[in-house]
């Protein structure tokens, strides 16, 4: 079972994911660190746009930021995508066993 704030990081998790443009963020990420502007000439998006997407990503433990001189590089963190990846699996066993259980009406 999970604690209270672990439930908590995986919804905002789930949420930070649910949006096609910073699904393709982390994506990119997953491959390579990329500066603001690689993902700004890679999305086709403004930087302003791309800058709000990546806070949603950090305030969900799923990118992290470092300055490199006037440049900013982000970077995929694993563990959150693995904790929800267990979660899901766990509630798809549990979904297998429930397909032989019916609850009574009335």
Do not use: F, W
Request: proline share 4%.
């Amino acid at each position: 079972m999970l604690t209270d704030q672990a439930t908590l990081m995986d919804r905002a998790v789930v949420r930070a994911l649910a949006d096609p443009l910073r699904l393709r963020i982390l994506e990119l990420l997953a491959g390579e660190q990329l500066c603001t502007c690689h993902l700004v000439d890679e999305l086709g998006a403004t930087q302003t746009n791309v800058s709000n997407h990546l806070r949603v990503l950090r305030e969900a433990g799923l990118v992290v930021s470092e300055q490199a001189g006037r440049y900013t590089y982000h970077r995929a963190v694993p563990e959150p995508l693995e904790r929800l990846s267990a979660g899901l699996a766990g509630l798809a066993s549990r979904a297998r066993l429930a397909v032989a259980v019916k609850r009574p009406c009335g």
